[in-house]
């Protein structure tokens, strides 16, 4: 299938690196929304995203021609500040301006020669980052450069975490092992713009934005939450300030039973544990596939290792 960019097929990658990211999941994502199109008959469809994170799904889908469509939004404003940058319909010139900031980012990293004058930057950043955070107006060159910083943090934070602790300020240490940075490529970001071209972007948590004026029958929504802890020791709940907890999870739960009962449909991801299925499937009405997905199994960074982790993808698709 030609994708809706170029004549040839092509790939968007994420820009930012997020936990959780669905890259893995793309194949068996893809079989079940190809089996959404058998029952619907919608070659192009509504798609929902209220965990929007890295995007991979949606950049995927889109490439493929499927989606008519999008709503993305996120608990995250920064997140979300950055894709609307990208967007460049809120921002005049957006994608050329955050490009500029960018290589004077680069330069200025890769001019250092050691680990401690690349800490030094990288503290200023998330320095000025936090700051803009948590000023309530911000100009469109400050969002622009907000935006700029968001990726330059990503880059070169350890292992790609995004955190906030209870003040709401991003708090990930550096990471040591960052030498030579690359922050973009121009056609990915290019590429990742005219993605967004159709499609509402907003802040917001999935309470706000799975509602039912704009959720409607044979719409698709792909719901990826913060997961439900392997263990006590696995815990990882700080991606907002907000946090997550088995309460939300529920509420979610009651939002999936009411996309079903209008006829929507969904795709929820998580981690595969017997709450998992008490909360989200528990008369086993849904379809329920286990992953096994490669993932960093230990929030502590001194035990942080890669390893199989058990995933579930429940599903109104059957």
């Known amino acids: 299938m030609k994708n809706q960019l170029f004549e040839i097929d092509t790939f968007i990658k994420p820009p930012l690196k997020w936990v959780g990211g669905k890259s893995q999941l793309l194949n068996q994502l893809e079989l079940l929304i190809l089996e959404y199109i058998k029952f619907t008959g919608n070659k192009r469809f509504i798609y929902h995203e209220p965990f929007f994170g890295g995007g991979a799904l949606y950049f995927d889908l889109w490439l493929k021609g499927y989606i008519n469509y999008a709503y993305i939004s996120d608990i995250n404003s920064s997140l979300i500040n950055f894709y609307k940058v990208l967007q460049n319909i809120e921002f005049d010139g957006s994608l050329k301006k955050i490009i500029s900031q960018l290589n004077l980012f680069e330069s200025k ?28 107006r911000k100009s469109d060159s400050n969002k622009i ?4 910083l968001l990726l330059a943090i990503n880059k070169t934070c350890f292992n790609g975490v995004y955190r906030e602790n209870q ?14 940075l690359k922050l973009y490529d121009e056609d990915n970001l290019a590429a990742v713009q005219n993605s967004l071209k159709k499609a509402k ?4 948590s999935f309470t706000q934005n799975i509602n039912f004026k704009t959720t409607r ?40 039973n009411k996309i079903n009962q209008i006829g929507g449909y969904f795709i929820l991801t998580n981690s595969n544990t017997s709450l998992t299925q008490e909360i989200y499937n528990p008369k086993n ?28 993808i429940i599903t109104n698709i059957r």
Do not use: M
């Not at 379809?287 to 290792?305: A, C, E, F, I, T």
């Open 201 to 204: 972007l907003s802040v917001g």
């Open 109 to 136: 990293f890769n001019s250092k020669l050691t680990i401690d004058q690349k800490k030094h930057i990288y503290t200023k950043w998330v320095s000025e980052f936090n700051k803009l955070k948590v000023k309530q």
């Open 167 to 180: 003040k709401g300020c991003f708090n990930v240490p550096f990471n040591k092992s960052s030498k030579k």
């Open 145 to 148: 450069y907000q935006a700029a």
């Open 285 to 312: 009405i849904f379809y329920s596939l286990d992953v096994d997905v490669s993932r960093s199994v230990n929030s502590v960074g001194s035990k942080r290792k890669t390893g199989l982790v058990k995933e579930v």
């Open 217 to 256: 029958q044979n719409h698709l929504l792909f719901l990826d939450p913060p997961y439900i802890p392997l263990s006590s020791t696995s815990n990882f709940s700080d991606y907002s300030s907000e946090g997550f907890s088995i309460k939300e999870h529920k509420l979610l739960a009651e939002k999936i």
